[in-house]
């Protein structure tokens, strides 16, 4: 199975022939292609009927130019037979292009169905990947790659299909009338010089194709860059770094332009070489028939349709560097595109995974170990019951397992020993879409999508009525805010919601989640960003919305979890003391030193803000 760490990583190396990895590719779309099996079919065979109608157009130019250099037998015979061939040759003519356009039409949506189901298929699969995944990811490198793939689709089909296979055909047929009609060396020029032009053309094509890998990698990881660095743009005002991140874009587009330069270069060479080609081996068919005709073997018509049939073969021959480079790089960006689709999921429904069913929702981590990698164990015999409608705080210091609590809960890893199961339940078993659709979290980083604020919103319940949307911004005192804005619900909230502020943001957040009514909810230090005011009047709020429901509080601020069910605290992935809030100040352990500590804060924030008040009276 092929894959990649990350969109950067550069694919294996290829040689002139196409490899295994090339036609597994072309195995792998072909399905997409055959579900409209009668359009592929008669678009063939519209393809087929434009080559006999091309191949016509020289036969009756032969014809035309013999009549006329023989001369008429019959006194009427100059005014009715070449017109009858005119006729002819523009119905040809048009035939050729009829046929063509037909091929297209019944063609197009073949293409365009199959580039929109893979695109479609990929875009399920990176949203059913895990969370491991996406914090690997590189964002900007991976989405050209799908950008490249699915243009890569259209690209093959439309070369392969429509450029190469007419040209087999229309070669196919002028050398079988060659070899039937004339002489023997007219065949084996044509077929020599398309030999040597095909074998140059490959070979200098795919000498150079590393070129263009080389400028896709480089394109790839600028963008890569550029969008990181835009993304961070804050953090890159902080500490006025826009020179250093122009320089390392910079960087970037340096080595593309010189593998650029180097592209274009060697593009020179192959079009050169195929000119001369071209150059000898029609010279080479004219010395021939001008002798033919010279001798008496041959008829003018005869010098004219060998030549026109020269020009319509290597006219497209012209241009089979350029198609065959872009077949190459079709499969190449295809196969990139393909793997994606074979990257592990390594969260998936059981084959006989079940809806959850919630009579009440009681939560249960039983002794529950988990490690992101294998070296550093996060979570320790981890064992504790949050009982139905009941709220469980988890309390401890940076890095000591809280977040984890709720990233195992939604599923986004699998525990490596223990079980977390919700009325009896266990997770493993259950359909992660109804898992999901249970549970409701207000994480502690907000991010919102780039629309309005009544799109964010409802994004807790798609299809929802706007009043729905209203009574959940009361619900979450935002509406107020809300309103003032010029533009109301109607607002635009940016870039993951850059426009509003953190306490803003977060009670979009709470008011999203409370429109998902979810049986099981997560605060994720939900009140973070507010101010003492703000965390007040929602804190109630909150504590009226967790009453139903069954509610685990990870929590900083040790004030907003005293009225808790229980309260955990944890230390270095441990659980090392339970109870209630009067229990653990009791007990005098890590809960009551850090309540402590929290309170001799509080204390002198009051009084550094009283004294300030105090300044500003007396002056």
Same mark, same amino acid.
């Given at each position: 199975?092929?894959?990649?760490?990350?969109?950067?990583?550069?694919?294996?190396?290829?040689?002139?022939? *196409?490899?295994?990895?090339?036609?597994?590719?072309?195995?792998?779309?072909?399905?997409?292609? =055959?579900?409209?099996?009668?359009?592929? &079919?008669? %678009?063939?065979?519209?393809? !087929?009927? +434009?080559?006999?109608?091309?191949?016509?157009?020289?036969?009756?130019?032969?014809?035309?130019?013999?009549?006329?250099?023989?001369?008429?037998?019959?006194?009427? +015979?100059?005014?009715?037979?070449?017109?009858?061939?005119?006729?002819?040759?523009? %119905?040809?003519?048009?035939?050729?292009?009829?046929?063509?356009?037909?091929?297209?039409?019944?063609?197009?949506?073949?293409?365009?169905?199959?580039?929109?189901?893979?695109?479609?298929?990929?875009?399920?699969?990176?949203?059913?990947?895990?969370?491991? *995944?996406?914090?690997?990811?590189?964002?900007?490198? @991976?989405?050209?790659? $799908?950008?490249?793939?699915?243009?890569?689709v259209s690209s093959l089909v439309q070369y392969a299909l429509f450029s190469i296979l007419p040209t087999l055909i229309e070669i196919g047929l002028v050398l079988v009338y060659l070899v039937l009609h004339y002489d023997? =060396?007219?065949?084996?020029?044509? +077929?020599?010089?398309?030999?040597?032009?095909?074998?140059?053309? /490959? &070979?200098?094509?795919? =000498?150079?194709?590393?070129?263009?890998?080389? @400028?896709n990698e480089l394109d790839s990881r600028a963008n890569t860059k550029a969008i990181d660095s835009l993304l961070n743009y804050e953090t890159v005002k902080y500490f006025s770094n826009e020179d250093f991140e122009a320089?390392?874009?910079?960087?970037?587009?340096?080595?593309?332009?010189?593998?650029?330069?180097?592209?274009?270069?060697?593009?020179?060479?192959?079009?050169?070489?195929?000119?001369?080609?071209?150059?000898?081996?029609?010279?080479?068919?004219? =010395?021939?028939?001008?002798?033919?005709?010279?001798?008496?073997? @041959?008829?003018?018509?005869?010098?004219?349709?060998?030549?026109?049939?020269?020009?319509?073969?290597? !006219?497209?021959?012209?241009?089979?560097? /350029?198609?065959?480079?872009?077949?190459?790089?079709?499969?190449?960006? @295809?196969?990139?595109?393909?793997?994606?689709?074979?990257?592990?999921?390594? $969260?998936?429904?059981?084959?006989?995974?079940?809806?959850?069913? &919630?009579?009440?929702?009681?939560?249960?981590?039983?002794?529950?170990?988990?490690?992101?990698?294998?070296?550093?164990?996060?979570?320790?015999?981890?064992?504790?019951?949050?009982?139905?409608?009941?709220?469980?705080?988890? /309390?401890?210091?940076?890095?000591?397992?809280?977040?984890?609590?709720?990233?195992?809960?939604?599923?986004?890893?699998?525990?490596?020993?223990?079980?977390?199961?919700?009325?009896?339940?266990?997770?493993?078993?259950?359909?992660? &879409?109804?898992?999901?659709? %249970?549970?409701?979290?207000?994480?502690?980083?907000?991010?919102?999508?780039?629309?309005?604020?009544?799109?964010?919103?409802?994004?807790?319940?798609?299809?929802?009525?706007?009043?729905?949307? $209203?009574?959940?911004?009361?619900?979450?005192?935002?509406?107020?805010?809300?309103?003032?804005?010029?533009?109301?619900?109607?607002?635009?909230?940016?870039?993951?919601?850059?426009?509003?502020?953190?306490?803003?943001?977060?009670?979009?957040?709470?008011?999203?989640?409370?429109?998902?009514?979810?049986?099981?909810?997560?605060?994720?230090?939900?009140?973070?960003?507010?101010?003492?005011?703000?965390?007040?009047?929602?804190?109630?709020?909150?504590?009226?919305?967790?009453?139903?429901?069954?509610?685990?509080?990870?929590?900083?601020?040790?004030?907003?979890?005293?009225?808790?069910?229980?309260?955990? /605290?944890?230390?270095?992935?441990?659980?090392?003391?339970?109870?209630?809030?009067?229990?653990?100040?009791?007990?005098?352990?890590?809960?009551?030193?850090?309540?402590?500590?929290?309170?001799?804060?509080?204390?002198?924030?009051?009084?550094?803000?009283?004294?300030?008040?105090?300044?500003?009276?007396?002056?």
């Amino acid at each position: 199975m092929r894959q990649y760490s990350n969109s950067s990583a550069p694919p294996p190396a290829r040689s002139a022939a *196409f490899m295994p990895s090339d036609w597994q590719t072309l195995r792998t779309l072909l399905p997409y292609l =055959w579900t409209y099996k009668w359009r592929v &079919t008669l %678009a063939l065979v519209f393809l !087929v009927g +434009a080559k006999l109608a091309n191949i016509g157009v020289p036969l009756l130019l032969k014809q035309l130019v013999d009549r006329i250099s023989v001369g008429p037998n019959h006194p009427h +015979a100059l005014l009715v037979l070449p017109v009858a061939l005119l006729f002819a040759y523009g %119905a040809l003519r048009l035939a050729t292009t009829l046929f063509t356009e037909l091929r297209e039409f019944v063609f197009v949506k073949v293409t365009q169905r199959a580039v929109r189901t893979i695109a479609l298929q990929v875009f399920r699969h990176l949203h059913a990947l895990s969370l491991r *995944f996406h914090l690997n990811r590189q964002t900007g490198g @991976m989405t050209r790659d $799908i950008e490249r793939g699915t243009r890569g689709v259209s690209s093959l089909v439309q070369y392969a299909l429509f450029s190469i296979l007419p040209t087999l055909i229309e070669i196919g047929l002028v050398l079988v009338y060659l070899v039937l009609h004339y002489d023997i =060396w007219f065949s084996v020029i044509t +077929a020599t010089a398309l030999v040597m032009y095909i074998v140059f053309t /490959v &070979t200098v094509t795919e =000498w150079r194709t590393h070129f263009r890998r080389t @400028m896709n990698e480089l394109d790839s990881r600028a963008n890569t860059k550029a969008i990181d660095s835009l993304l961070n743009y804050e953090t890159v005002k902080y500490f006025s770094n826009e020179d250093f991140e122009a320089r390392r874009y910079d960087e970037g587009l340096q080595r593309y332009e010189a593998a650029a330069v180097k592209s274009q270069s060697s593009l020179s060479l192959l079009n050169s070489g195929q000119s001369a080609i071209i150059a000898i081996a029609v010279t080479l068919i004219l =010395w021939r028939a001008t002798q033919g005709v010279i001798d008496g073997k @041959m008829s003018l018509g005869d010098l004219v349709l060998v030549n026109a049939f020269m020009i319509q073969l290597y !006219v497209p021959l012209n241009f089979l560097g /350029v198609i065959y480079r872009e077949i190459k790089q079709s499969l190449a960006d @295809m196969e990139r595109l393909f793997s994606l689709l074979e990257q592990h999921r390594e $969260i998936a429904d059981s084959a006989d995974a079940k809806p959850l069913q &919630t009579n009440g929702a009681a939560l249960r981590f039983s002794h529950v170990d988990f490690s992101y990698e294998v070296k550093r164990q996060i979570l320790f015999d981890v064992d504790f019951e949050i009982a139905a409608g009941t709220t469980t705080a988890v /309390v401890g210091h940076s890095g000591s397992g809280k977040s984890t609590l709720s990233r195992l809960l939604f599923r986004f890893y699998d525990v490596a020993a223990g079980s977390i199961t919700i009325d009896g339940q266990d997770l493993r078993s259950l359909t992660q &879409t109804s898992l999901r659709q %249970a549970i409701g979290i207000v994480p502690q980083d907000t991010v919102l999508f780039n629309d309005t604020i009544e799109y964010n919103i409802a994004y807790g319940k798609p299809g929802c009525s706007k009043v729905e949307i $209203i009574a959940a911004a009361r619900a979450a005192y935002v509406h107020d805010f809300i309103e003032s804005l010029p533009d109301g619900y109607d607002t635009v909230v940016g870039e993951r919601g850059l426009k509003l502020s953190g306490g803003e943001k977060q009670r979009v957040a709470i008011a999203r989640t409370l429109l998902k009514n979810p049986a099981v909810l997560i605060f994720d230090e939900a009140t973070s960003a507010l101010d003492s005011k703000a965390e007040q009047a929602i804190q109630e709020q909150l504590r009226e919305i967790a009453q139903n429901r069954t509610t685990l509080v990870i929590a900083h601020r040790l004030s907003t979890i005293v009225d808790a069910h229980q309260i955990l /605290v944890l230390e270095q992935g441990r659980i090392i003391e339970r109870g209630t809030h009067a229990q653990l100040l009791v007990a005098d352990g890590a809960y009551a030193q850090m309540w402590a500590r929290q309170q001799a804060k509080l204390e002198q924030g009051e009084l550094e803000e009283g004294a300030s008040s105090s300044m500003l009276v007396a002056s």
